[in-house]
């Protein structure tokens, strides 16, 4: 990726003129099925774009699920950038929201004065905070199939729909029909050091332009980073599949020490959350900062519950590193108890 950029042909990109944006822009069209591309600096402000191109007057409704991360991580930039009312429809265990609670969040667009006009419904998939899970193929048309019965748009936030395809065994295409628009992000499991692409139609990746300018994510000779994040497409895409199975392995594994599990059945993808079941012995924070010690960087969500991704970089031996200096500490907090 170093010497791509070193060598990266670039341009003036505010202009549209950088080579390498254009190039990395109509691969990821072209990957997704839909008219255009954009590249963006953040999946954050991927979808911040995408949810203002598509309800456009302010105090509309984008619908939402409660555990998502446009409404969990993104600051609320929807409401205080965008003027976007946010709401919220509960996110079950796999990701998916309630069909039936989707439609009925929809505003009743004869509410006259009382009610925000809903333009938007937004998923995501893989869905990170409910561990790395899969939206199927059938689920995102029913939810497209509501979206165009009320006259509303679809949003993907596709952060990691390269890993939601890998798993699933459907082409990215096909997965996204339903979507007016998707945004993917190049620097999580593709390993590119920087940005996202959002794709849709001509005219919404017009409005995309505008916004991103406005929002003062207008950059000039961004090849450098597009060329990194040409040959993530080319070379890490094919990888994910192998960082799926070390998740397993690592989710299996955990659940073979005790005090720790793990619901192996979810982990779909990447991600694993690890649930501490007595976390008086050793909580979340004592754990990370024990891994730490040992090279391992996680995130705890609370003080029972870790996150962990898996990457290319991270090799099986790795993944085995990891369970014996989790078992390790483990051991340890058991020991510090009996003493
Ligand atoms: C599902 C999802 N969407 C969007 C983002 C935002 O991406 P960024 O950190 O590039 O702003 C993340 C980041 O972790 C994410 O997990």
């Not at 991580?73 to 709401?87: F, K, L, M, Q, S």
């Not at 070390?246 to 059945?265: C, M, P, S």
Request: overall charge neutral; proline content about 2%; glycine content about 10%.
């Amino acid at each position: 990726m170093q010497s791509a950029m070193a060598r990266a042909e670039v341009d003036d990109d505010v202009l549209g003129h950088d080579p390498t944006a254009r190039k990395l822009e109509q691969e990821m069209a072209k990957i997704t099925g839909k008219e255009a591309g954009l590249f963006v600096p953040s999946g954050t402000m991927g979808n911040l774009i995408s949810v203002m191109a598509h309800c456009e007057v302010r105090g509309s409704e984008v619908i939402l699920g409660d555990n998502c991360h446009i409404h969990i991580y993104e600051n609320g930039g929807v409401a205080t950038v965008g003027g976007i009312h946010p709401r919220t429809v509960r996110n079950n265990e796999d990701g998916t929201m309630d069909i039936d609670d989707v439609e009925a969040a929809i505003r009743d667009p004869k509410g006259g004065m009382f009610y925000p006009r809903t333009r938007l419904i937004c998923l995501e998939n893989t869905h990170a905070n409910c561990g790395g899970r899969c939206l199927t193929v059938e689920y995102t048309d029913r939810v497209g199939e509501l979206a165009r019965r009320h006259g509303l748009k679809l949003h993907i936030d596709g952060a990691r729909i390269f890993n939601a395809s890998i798993a699933l065994g459907v082409p990215v295409d096909r997965l996204v029909h339903a979507a007016d628009s998707v945004s993917v992000c190049l620097s999580k499991g593709l390993g590119a050091p920087v940005g996202s692409v959002i794709v849709g139609s001509h005219r919404f990746i017009e409005k995309a332009r505008t916004l991103r300018k406005t929002l003062g994510g207008g950059m000039r000779q961004i090849g450098v980073l597009c060329a990194a994040a040409l040959i993530a497409l080319q070379e890490n895409v094919s990888k994910l599949e192998y960082d799926h199975k070390k998740a397993k392995i690592l989710a299996q594994g955990l659940n073979q020490i005790k005090g720790i599990r793990v619901n192996a059945a979810a982990v779909e993808t990447n991600i694993i959350f690890l649930e501490m079941e007595d976390s008086s012995r050793l909580g979340a924070e004592k754990l990370r900062k024990n891994l730490e010690e040992n090279g391992i960087l996680v995130i705890p969500v609370n003080s029972s519950r870790i996150r962990i991704v898996i990457h290319h970089q991270i090799s099986a031996g790795d993944v085995y590193h990891t369970l014996s200096c989790i078992q390790q500490a483990v051991n340890g907090a058991q020991e510090a108890n009996v003493d």
